[in-house]
Structures are given as structure tokens and as C-alpha cells.
């Protein structure tokens, strides 16, 4: 089963219309609730008014006052509230300030806007630099929710003696998810004589998050609070931590209300107020000795964070560990800060901060290569890590690792030398197209990094059915990359049973055990282990029992199932995370394991610039990666083009806005993310090398094709173009031709 | 759904004549509505408040396209598709079937409407340039008669037009191109489909005996409404092929746009492109 | 307030009739009074095409049309292109290929190449991805939703 392109077990509900999303499911006596949120980066709550015309006693209405437990979100740090109380501060434009909930839909529309806030502004910082400069301390330390620094060697002792030192100083911005279903959540609570029970059904990336939130927001144990996740339309790191404030917004709503509550975001709601990819400013300075070997790297890694910590430390702890990328260098430092400014926080976003730092090494590797008269991808194959080299944290690489290999094979799937000789020939002359081609070359980190996964310690499960079948346990949810699926497989290749006789049950609190969050390329590899190993317990558990016998037919299979289940109940099998032997992390110096493996890749883009209007066009792209075992090519492949189309997006179209730390371009007409015309088919292959951690050898790929697109685009405009300060993404048009000029002079 | 929809009205007339009543019993009471792709945009983000609405949709005298000897005619209420499905639009206008293919997708192209496209009045429409480069003219009605306005009159400033609020836009009438004819049409938007322009240009040129003798140069997006580019045509027209001043037209052309900074682009990029474009469109006429 | 409409129209080959306010959006008419629920809303501005539907042989964007529009009109929704249990060749495609992901995208989508392989039998892939630029797909990067289209077609059709 591991292997073969299984097809997606829940794509026949999907194609038929039938597959039920938050939206969809409704109650009797539902109330719609709405938001209403601040208008200003900063200030003072002072008061809140009701307008006139509103018929404000048919409303549920929810202020900080209300909040029966605490009212700040459960999170690594605990700085953020459910709402503002009013006294209280303002810290982002977006803040939710009170709740509504009413039947009539429009009417409660109409409430929305006649609610008055009265804040006393503050003056407030709104970017990265003017948090550095603290003209306003506004959060974390001084301004700083993390810093760290990653230390090897000592860079200040090659800079007298390299051959070369080239600097440089790269920026990307805010990314929004645009996911194509917006947020939401449904939330019932029936009131009990001693406690509450608090049910909440939505479009999510972590029931155990949210669970946690609502647990700290109404002060109950967790037997109280359940979670269900709902069919969900793309998430991307999008519904990872922001649905803890939806889902106990709804809650709080449902709580007063004593019905259930729909509380579902429209477009532009979403965009202006989750959270967004955080933008983030690197500079780079390299010293290489004369033949183009990396002697020293000190890298600043700065992340904007918005107004709050939510997971920026964590997401500011990827970014630092792979900036230094796939290179072998002795002497790196460097040193990584997330700072807070006035807008609505940033947040997770497939990548996790290793986009924003890979796009300037990589995009910085270029830079240098055109200093030192090399071809991108020779200077990069001089550097590249080998068996037995160390990273930046110490971690020494113990896999088998051919990157020249796989830079190889996508050089020679683009056809890059050919391609670079021929455009060359054709952009010398004056014809307005003018082409390229680039490379990057990267890893991403399985799992969480460091310790994450010790402290977590998931568990998943597998049980035994009444009807034979047998179940997969897991929080782990659905989001269209296809865990479904992947899981099935993994159960069903371990327990040598067809597919169908595999189920996977829904992610709901009551029913799954905690297998920590669907984030981190994780759910492969870590929790797709655990359910492989509960499945061989399972076996075992069924051969101790004396219901089965080695070899099996799946017909015997069900029947020892079913034999078990009649005599014993329900059989569960659950296995726990722990933490392999050989792996060693020091979360206070940056030092050891960050990964228990990487997955590697090497893309390449084609691109043509029309220097008629600067508009650039992917005309070919190549996405060649090493995930260790794939366990469902046609999963997996779709994971990569999707990821793929993100990045880019992100390269090239998707900026964000702002205007007094508000997101200005929040409909999707004005925030441009790529069409079926925008984009070439993608060209995506596998280099296969099992890797002993992942179930049958798979690691992790959610993430890795978010880090490549960006850089190999700007790498290509660069050998379009000539040797420009293409230094921020997106490259817009716009960009594009104030970078042709600063060239020009 | 940010609209007030119980708040709304709609009255939906099946003749011209019922619906011109309605607008001179109440002038300004009832808004016009075809399509909705405009409409229904701003009134479902909140933008247009809860109204009353007149639903033009199933008045079959606002529909069709016609032609004759000299003239294409189209009903106001005719749909982008429409105009992409007729093979005497493609075969006399083909900047007005780019225009129609450019704008939104398929799905906008089904519904959205010529009269909308003009009377929304929007800087950054599509179909206008082309309109504007083939000289067309506007038909109006309304109870107290019917008038012909030429199109490049009818656009008077941001979203100011000289229609009057008892008026419809009736049709629109573009003189079939005679001879020898240069057609140019670039819409640069914000992504390949789906997309709203950054700045488009539209030009028509008839050239008789190596000469130029008539030009027009429509553009959108560069000014509060779309406009005809007067200077350069001036630079340009009864000018030989083969001495085409690109340069000093290019410089005059800079003189007829005042473009804006907004979420999608820059002054100065609208400025430096539009420039190409035109001169790119000149070397296109050259070699005509 | 207005009063609200008697709508009748015909979904999927079925006559149905309301009660709905003129202006309330054909999105809304069918999932909350239609119970409809395969027709999506991703962004009630036209632009993404996840309540694309098929209104009197074209396809629209159901956010935008007032239900008073859609007066008489006969509609196919997602829910009208299986025969029973029976996948649609469309939905055979995409359910084979992967082209549905977090499947959100997927009702408006296959209801645009099913217009799509009407007008245009055997598309190439530039005429797929043009029949397929006002739905935005953000899980796919539409590989295998182009893929799906092509299979589709090659497949024969009914
Ligand atoms: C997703 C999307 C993409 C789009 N892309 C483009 C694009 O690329 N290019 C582009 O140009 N436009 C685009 N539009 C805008 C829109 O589709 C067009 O402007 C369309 O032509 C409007 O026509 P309509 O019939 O839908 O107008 P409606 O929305 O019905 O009306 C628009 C305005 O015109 C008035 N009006 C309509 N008909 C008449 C009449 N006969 N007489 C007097 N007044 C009248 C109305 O009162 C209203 O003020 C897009 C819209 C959407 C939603
Ligand atoms: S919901 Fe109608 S186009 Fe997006
Ligand atoms: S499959 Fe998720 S948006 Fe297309």
C-alpha cells in the first residue's frame, strides 16, 4: 500500500458536493454572530456606545466582561486577549472588541456597524525598523517577543583573511493564506448544574489547540470542552492558531445565548484580521576564499511579529536554523529577533519562517556568484553539505545525502546550461522578452524543531471495529493534503489489509488522542510513525488474543476483528511519541539535533520579462525533492504543485497593503494570487531514500516546496536581466522597474 | 453579505417605456441595475447602501447587436461572451473582442454588460478604450427623448458622465473601420485573467496612401475616467508611416494621462509602461 | 422592508419554488433556502468562482446574482452532475487525478469545465486553463485539475 497512488478517501464526497464544511451545517434556533473590532493600530479603549435604530435587546452580546474564565489566549505566551476589555489596550487595528449574535443575518450586519467605540489613540509602530528603534515600547522585551543567535566557530576572525566578503540585505512581505474557504466555527454549550459543556465544530488545523484555549477561556476541564473538525478548505498554517479566537468568540456567544452560534468570516474580514505570513529583513554578509568556498557567514534574521507573541517564537527558531541552508561553512553566526509592531499578529504559514531566511541566502548565493565570476550552481556545488558535515546547530548530517545529484538532475530537466548560453545570445539583442533561468537548492526540517516533539509527546491510535474494520486514531486533521489517505495506507500496509478496511476517524476531542498539531510537515512522518507502530501493536495485540495467525487473508483478518471485538469491546491500541536515543537538543544555546532529518530540494525556474511593461512570466518550473519513502505519488505530487503555485505567488504577486496597520487590499480582486493562466505546468519529480524515522521510510514535504519557488524566480530574473538588487519579494512589476532603473542609474 | 437585503426593492420592467416611467416618476429613486457585476460587488461588501433597484435584465429592446453598411449597434444590455461569440465583432473590432476576452473570466464575460461597463463609469474598465479609439457614440434615452452623444463627450470626470438620472444608456453605435486599418489593444492588469487593469491602451489607426489619416488612441486606468490621448493623436495623424515622431508623441502622451497611486500600481509606473506601450504600439504602425 | 418574491425556478431538472427576498444572493437562495450546500461562497465578490453555477446554459457567479434575476431560470449546481450514485465523467476525472484537494474549490470548478468540454469537446491545455481562470484553486497550483479536464475529454463524453 505504501507506494501506490491510492485515491483520496474522502474525494468522492468532495467531487459530489456532498462533503460537509462548516458553512453547511446548520442547527435549529442558530444565531449568526458577528465581530466588532477596533479601527486603530493603538490606544485606550475607553468606552463602548450602541447606536441608534438598532433593536439592541434582541441581541446576544458579548463584552471582556463576560469572559467566565481568563480572558487571554492560550498560547506559548499567554499576551493575548479574547477581547479587549474596555480600559484595556488596543494593540492592532483588527482587536476583537465584543461579540453579536442575532437570527437575522442582515440585521446583525446593520449592529455591527452601529457599534461605537471610543479609543484614545496612541501612536503606534507599524514596521520593523520603528520597533528596533523603540520610539514606542509596545510589547514583548522592549519590543523583541524572541531573540536568539545559533553560533559556530567565529566568523570575525576570517574577515581579514577571505578573498572576498560580499554583503547583502534582503526583505519579504506579508503573505496572505487565501485558503478558498474563509473561517469559521459553530458552537453549542449546554448549561450543566456544576459545569458547562462546550462543543465546537470548524474549519481547523489543531482541535487540541483550540481545546486548550477554550479550556483557560471558560475555566473547564477538558472532558468539557470538545472540538470537531469540520471538512476543511485549505488551511495552509492558516487555521492553526487564530481559530482558538473564532472558536471561543462562537463559544462565548453560544454560552449566552444558550443556542447555537454561527460564526463564519466573509473574505474581506478574513484577510484584513488572521494572521498572515510574517514579513521579515536578513542581512547576509559571506566571506569566501578564492575559489569560492564559504569561509564565514553572519546572518541578522529579523521577523515582524505583529501585535502579539501568538507562534512567532517558534516560527523566528525555524527561520534561524535554516538560514544558513545546505552549505557547509565553519564559521556561522547568526542572530534572529522577533519584534512586535502594531498590526494583527503574523502566524504560521507553510514554511514557518524558512521561506523568508532561505529566500536570502539563496537569492544572497546568486549575488555572489556573479561577484565571483562562477555559475550559481558551481559555486553552490562546492559548498554543498555532505555525509559527516556539521550544520549550523552542530547537528552532524548522518544520511546519505547526494545534493550535487540533485541539483544534477534538475539542471538537466530545465536544461539550464543550454538555456543560459541560448537566452543569452537572444537577450543581448533588442528583442523585449527577455529570459532566464534559476536555481535554489534547500532543506526543510521534519517535525518540530528541537524539542517540540519531545514535549508534545503524541499519541495516536488504532481501533478495532465491531464490524471488523479497524480505525486510525489521530487529531491530525484534514486539509486537503491528503492524511486521510496517507494514514490509511500506512495502517493498512502494516496490518497487510486492504485499504478498505481501514477508516479514519474524524479529528474530534472526544474521540482522537492528542497527536499534537497538523503543522511542521509533521503528520507524515511523526504521527504517521505512531499510527504504524499502533498498528503493528494492534496485530500483535490480535495474535496475543489468539484471534490471528501469521500469514492472514484480510478476510481472516476481519474476522479476528470482529471476533476480538465481540469478546472484548472496543480493542485500542496506542502508541506515544518518544524522543530517539540518538538525537540531543539544547533549547538554551541553539546546539544539537534541530531535526531528526531533512528533506531536501532543488527547483528551477524558467521565467521571460516582458521589459515592455515588466510583467514576468514562469514559463517552465522544475520541482525535483528528496522526502525520504513517498507514500502516495499522486498526494505527495499534488502537495509539491500546490506548494509550488504559493511560492510563486508570493515571488511575484502576493503583497499585502497596509495603511495604518490595516491590510487595505483585502478582497481577492486587489490581493493577486495566481489562475490556472498565471502559472506553467509544474514539473515535479522524487528522488527516492528511505529514511528509518517516517513510517515505511517517508519523511516530511507539506512545507519543502514553499522554500524553493521564490528565490529560483528571482535567480532567474537575474540571469534575464543582468546583475540587479533584486532583493525583496514579491517582485511586483512595479519593483521590478524601480530595481531596472536604480541598475541603470 | 454585508448588504441590507430586506431593505431592498426591485422592480423589473419587460419595456423600455415602463422602465423610463419609472425613473421620470422618481428621478433618482431607482437605480438602474443589467448585470450586476458591479452592483452586486459593492452592495454585498456594504459599500452602496440598501436601495431600490431597476432590474433592466428582461428588457428585450436594450439587447442584440446589429450592423448595417457603415455601423455596428449594440443594445446596452449586451454581454462581454455576446460580443466574443459575433464574427462581425471580430471581423470590424477585434480591440473590442480583446477588450471583451480581457475582462474578468468567463463567468463575469456571461453576465457583465456594454452599458454597464460605460454608465459604472469606472477609470479602470476595459471595453472603453476600444470604444474611445473606434469613436463611438452613445445612444440615451429616457421619456423626454432620445439623444446621440459621442462617447469620447461622455466621460466629464470622476465618475461624472453626461447622463442624466431619468436617463438609460440605450445603445452603443461604433462606424464599421473603412480601409486600410491598424488596430492595437493592450490591457496590462494585475495578473493574466481575473484581473483589473493597471492600464490599458486601445488605438485605431486608417492609413491611406503611406499616410495616417485617422487615429484615435483610447486609454483606461491613467485618469479619473477613460480618455482619449488628444496630444499624441495630434503628433501622430496625417503623418507619413515612415516618419512616425515617437519620441515627441511618447512625450505628448505624457501630457494627456494623470494617473494616481493606488493598491494596484504606481504613478510611476503607469507613467513609464503606458509610454512602452504606446511606443510599442507606434512601431507596431510602422511596420503596418 | 421589502416584501419578499415568490422565485421559482429549476434546479438540477427540478422545479422548485420560494420565498426570498428580490436582492438576496442565488449563493444564498440555494444553500440556506435549497439546502444546496455543494454551491460554495469563498468570497461574494465575483472573483473566485466557488459558487459558480450554470443559469440558463452559462455559467455565472452565484454571489452575484439577485435572486430576482434568477427568476424562471433553469440551474445546474455540483449537486445536478452525478446520476444518482453515478459520478459525472468530470467527477470521475477529478476524483481519480487528485484535481480535489481541500475540495473547496471543486463544485464551481467542475461546473466550469463541464461548460468548458460543451463549448469546446477536446480543449487543449491553453483552452483548459483559459475555461478555468476565474476559478481559483489555492491547494493545487491546478496540475491535476488540468489533468482532470484532459481526462475527461479524452475519456468520451456523453
Ligand atoms: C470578478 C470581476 C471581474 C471584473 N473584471 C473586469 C475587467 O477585467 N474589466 C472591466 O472593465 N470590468 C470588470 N469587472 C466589472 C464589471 O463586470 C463590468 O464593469 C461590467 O461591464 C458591468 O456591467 P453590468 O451589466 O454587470 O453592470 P451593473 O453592475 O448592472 O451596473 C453597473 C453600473 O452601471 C449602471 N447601468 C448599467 N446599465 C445601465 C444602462 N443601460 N443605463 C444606465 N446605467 C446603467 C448601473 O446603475 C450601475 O451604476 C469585473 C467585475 C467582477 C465582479
Ligand atoms: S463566492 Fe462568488 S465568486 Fe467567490
Ligand atoms: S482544492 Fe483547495 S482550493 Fe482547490
Redesign the interface.
Known amino acids: 500500500m505504501i507506494g501506490i497512488p491510492a ?2 478517501k ?12 462548516t ?2 451545517k ?1 442547527f435549529r434556533c442558530l444565531l449568526y454572530g458577528a465581530t466588532v473590532r477596533s479601527t486603530v493600530p493603538r490606544g485606550i479603549l475607553k468606552a463602548i456606545r450602541f447606536g441608534e435604530g438598532i433593536p439592541w435587546k434582541e441581541f446576544t452580546i458579548v463584552t471582556a466582561q463576560d469572559i467566565p474564565g481568563e480572558n487571554r489566549v492560550a498560547a506559548i505566551v499567554k499576551d493575548q486577549p479574547f477581547l479587549v476589555e474596555v480600559g484595556g489596550m488596543i494593540n492592532h487595528a483588527e482587536e476583537p472588541v465584543l461579540l453579536l449574535a442575532h437570527p437575522d443575518r442582515y440585521l446583525l450586519e446593520k449592529a455591527r456597524r452601529a457599534v461605537i467605540l471610543e479609543v484614545e489613540e496612541l501612536p503606534a509602530i507599524l514596521d520593523i525598523q520603528s520597533s528596533l528603534d523603540r520610539a514606542q515600547i509596545i510589547g514583548g522585551n522592549e519590543n523583541i517577543f524572541k531573540e536568539l543567535r545559533i553560533e559556530k566557530g567565529d566568523p570575525a576572525s576570517v574577515w581579514a583573511r577571505a578573498a572576498h566578503i560580499i554583503e547583502g540585505a534582503y526583505r519579504t512581505g506579508a503573505q496572505e ?6 473561517n469559521g466555527m459553530l458552537a453549542i454549550v449546554a448549561h450543566g448544574d456544576h459545569e458547562d459543556q462546550v462543543t465546537v465544530c470548524g474549519s481547523l488545523q489543531c482541535p487540541y489547540y483550540i481545546q486548550k484555549a477554550l479550556m483557560n477561556l471558560f475555566g473547564l476541564p477538558a472532558d468539557k470542552v470538545r472540538i470537531v473538525q469540520m ?6 498554517g492558516g487555521k492553526e492558531d487564530y481559530p482558538s479566537l473564532i472558536a471561543g468568540h462562537a463559544a462565548l456567544l453560544a454560552w449566552k445565548s444558550g443556542k447555537p452560534v454561527k460564526l463564519i468570516y ?2 474581506e474580514e478574513d484577510m484584513a484580521a488572521t494572521t498572515k505570513r510574517h514579513p521579515s529583513r536578513t542581512r547576509m554578509k559571506t566571506a569566501f576564499d578564492e575559489a569560492g568556498h564559504l569561509l564565514a557567514l553572519d546572518i541578522d534574521f529579523i521577523l515582524d511579529a505583529g501585535a502579539y507573541a501568538t507562534l512567532s517564537s517558534v516560527v523566528l527558531s525555524r527561520g534561524a536554523i535554516h538560514a544558513a541552508g545546505v552549505y557547509r561553512c565553519s564559521n556561522t553566526h547568526i542572530h534572529a529577533r522577533a519584534v512586535a509592531t502594531n498590526t494583527p499578529p503574523s502566524g504560521a504559514f507553510r514554511g514557518f519562517g524558512a521561506p523568508q531566511s532561505l529566500f536570502a541566502l539563496e537569492r544572497h548565493l546568486d549575488v555572489c556568484a556573479a561577484q565571483l565570476g562562477l555559475d550559481p550552481a558551481e559555486l553552490r556545488r562546492k559548498n554543498f553539505l555532505k555525509i559527516g558535515d556539521t550544520m549550523a546547530t552542530g547537528q552532524v548530517i548522518q544520511e546519505k545525502l547526494d545534493l550535487a545529484g540533485l541539483m544534477d538532475r534538475t539542471l538537466q530537466e530545465i536544461g539550464y546550461t543550454e538555456k543560459r548560453r541560448s537566452f543569452a545570445v537572444i537577450n543581448a539583442t533588442d528583442e523585449p522578452i527577455k529570459r532566464g533561468v534559476g536555481i535554489s537548492v534547500f532543506m526543510h526540517g521534519c517535525g518540530f524543531t528541537g524539542s517540540g516533539e519531545t514535549y508534545l509527546a503524541s499519541v495516536a491510535g488504532i481501533e478495532g471495529l465491531a464490524d471488523g474494520r479497524v480505525a486510525v486514531l489521530a487529531a491530525s486533521t484534514e ?4 492524511k486521510d489517505t496517507v494514514f490509511s495506507q500506512i495502517a493498512s500496509e502494516a496490518l497487510n489489509i486492504p485499504m478498505e478496511l481501514v477508516e479514519v476517524a474524524q479529528a474530534d476531542t472526544k474521540v482522537v488522542p492528542d497527536s499534537g498539531p497538523t503543522v511542521a510537515s509533521r503528520s507524515t512522518m511523526v504521527v504517521g510513525r505512531l499510527v504504524e507502530d499502533a498498528a503493528y501493536a494492534f496485530k500483535q495485540a490480535l495474535i496475543q488474543q489468539g484471534f490471528l495467525e501469521e500469514p492472514y487473508t484480510p478476510e481472516l483478518f476481519r474476522e479476528a476483528v470482529r471476533r476480538s471485538h465481540a469478546r472484548f469491546g472496543t480493542v485500542k491500541c496506542y502508541t506515544q511519541y518518544h524522543k530517539p536515543p540518538h538525537i540531543e537538543w539544547d533549547d538554551q544555546t541553539y546546539r544539537g539535533d534541530a531535526y531528526p532529518t531533512f528533506s531536501w530540494g532543488c527547483y528551477a525556474a524558467e521565467v521571460a520579462v516582458d521589459t515592455v511593461t515588466f510583467e514576468v512570466k514562469v514559463e517552465d518550473f522544475v520541482a525535483i525533492q528528496e522526502v525520504g519513502r513517498v507514500i502516495n505519488p ?2 505527495a ?2 502537495q509539491i ?6 511560492g510563486i505567488g508570493w515571488a511575484l504577486w502576493e503583497s499585502v497593503e497596509w495603511k495604518g496597520g490595516r491590510m487595505v487590499n483585502n ?3 486587489n490581493y493577486i ?1 495566481p ?3 498565471d ?1 506553467p ?2 514539473r ?1 519529480a522524487f528522488l527516492e531514500n528511505p529514511h528509518p524515522a517516517g513510517p515505511g521510510g517517508a519523511k516530511g514535504l507539506g512545507e519543502l516546496p514553499m522554500d524553493g519557488p521564490a528565490p529560483a524566480v528571482l535567480n532567474a530574473l537575474q540571469n534575464a536581466l543582468g546583475n540587479l538588487r533584486l532583493d525583496e519579494v514579491p517582485m511586483t512589476p512595479e519593483r521590478l522597474l524601480e530595481c531596472m532603473e536604480v541598475a541603470c542609474g | ?1 454585508r ?1 441590507y ?6 422592480k ?1 420592467p419587460v419595456t423600455l417605456a415602463e422602465a423610463l416611467d419609472v425613473l421620470a416618476a422618481e428621478p433618482g429613486g431607482w437605480r438602474p ?1 443589467a448585470g ?2 458591479d452592483l ?2 459593492l ?3 456594504g459599500r452602496m447602501p ?1 436601495g431600490r ?1 431597476l ?1 433592466l ?1 428582461r428588457i428585450e429592446e436594450l439587447r442584440g447587436i446589429w450592423e448595417d453598411e457603415t455601423t455596428l449597434r449594440f443594445g446596452a444590455l449586451t454581454t462581454f ?1 455576446e460580443m466574443r461569440d459575433c464574427p462581425s465583432v471580430h471581423r470590424h473590432l477585434p480591440n473590442l473582442v480583446k477588450s471583451a476576452r480581457a475582462t ?5 464575460q ?2 457583465g454588460t456594454l452599458g454597464g461597463n460605460i454608465a459604472n463609469a469606472s477609470p479602470a474598465a476595459d471595453t472603453p478604450p476600444s470604444l474611445l479609439a473606434y469613436g463611438a457614440e452613445l445612444e440615451l434615452v429616457s421619456l423626454r427623448g432620445r439623444r446621440t452623444v459621442a462617447y469620447d463627450a461622455f466621460h466629464q470626470g470622476y465618475k461624472q458622465m453626461d447622463l442624466a438620472v431619468d436617463e438609460l444608456v440605450a445603445g452603443i453605435r461604433v462606424p464599421k473601420p473603412q480601409g486600410l486599418g491598424f488596430h492595437f489593444y493592450r490591457k496590462v492588469g494585475t495578473r ?3 484581473a483589473i487593469s493597471k492600464l490599458c491602451l486601445a488605438a485605431y489607426a486608417r492609413i491611406e496612401g503611406g499616410l495616417i489619416a485617422e487615429f484615435r488612441v483610447g486609454l483606461g486606468s491613467l485618469a479619473p475616467a477613460p480618455v482619449r490621448a488628444r496630444r499624441a493623436e495630434a503628433m501622430i495623424l496625417g503623418k507619413p508611416l515612415t516618419a512616425l515622431q515617437v519620441t515627441a508623441a511618447r512625450e505628448a502622451l505624457m501630457a494627456d494621462i494623470c494617473p494616481i497611486d493606488d493598491i494596484r500600481s504606481t504613478v510611476h509606473y503607469r507613467r513609464v509602461v503606458t509610454a512602452n506601450v504606446f511606443q510599442q504600439m507606434l512601431e507596431e504602425l510602422a511596420h503596418a | ?3 419578499k418574491i415568490r422565485l421559482q425556478l429549476t434546479v438540477n431538472g427540478e422545479p422548485r419554488s420560494v420565498e426570498v ?5 442565488l449563493v ?1 437562495v440555494l ?2 433556502e435549497l439546502k ?15 459558487c ?1 453555477v450554470r443559469l440558463d446554459g ?4 452565484s ?4 435572486a ?2 434568477a ?1 424562471g431560470s433553469e440551474l445546474l ?3 445536478g ?2 446520476e444518482q450514485e453515478h ?1 459525472h465523467p468530470l ?2 476525472a ?14 464551481g470548478m ?1 461546473i ?1 469545465a463541464e ?1 468548458l468540454l460543451r463549448r469546446c469537446p477536446n480543449p487543449d ?1 491553453g483552452q ?19 489533468d482532470a479536464v484532459k481526462a475527461a475529454a479524452e475519456g468520451g463524453r456523453a
Do not use: W
Open positions: 485515491i483520496r474522502e474525494g468522492r464526497a468532495k467531487v459530489l458536493g456532498r462533503a460537509r464544511y458553512d453547511d446548520t493564506h487565501l485558503y478558498i474557504e474563509p471538512e476543511t478548505g485549505g488551511a495552509f466573509d473574505r486539509i486537503g493534503q491528503g499522486v498526494l505530487a499534488g504543485e500546490g506548494g509550488v503555485a504559493q478582497q481577492m480582486t494570487i489562475t490556472s493562466v502559472l505546468r509544474i515535479v | 453579505m448588504g437585503v430586506p431593505g431592498c426593492e426591485v423589473v441595475m450586476g457585476t452586486m460587488v452592495f454585498n461588501a440598501a433597484f432590474d435584465s461572451s474578468g473570466a468567463l463567468a463575469i456571461n453576465r493574466q485573467a481575473q | 422592508m421589502a416584501e427576498f428580490p436582492m438576496a444572493r444564498d444553500r440556506e444546496l450546500t455543494g454551491t460554495k461562497e469563498g468570497c461574494g465578490e465575483g472573483e473566485c468562482g466557488a459558480t452559462r455559467i455565472v457567479n454571489c452575484l446574482i439577485p430576482i434575476q427568476q449546481t455540483v449537486e452532475l452525478a459520478l467527477q470521475q477529478f476524483h481519480h487525478h487528485n484535481g480535489a484537494q481541500c475540495g473547496f474549490c471543486t463544485p467542475l466550469a461548460d491545455e483548459i486553463r483559459e475555461g478555468l481562470s476565474g476559478n481559483l484553486c489555492r491547494c493545487t497550483g491546478y496540475v491535476k485539475i488540468v
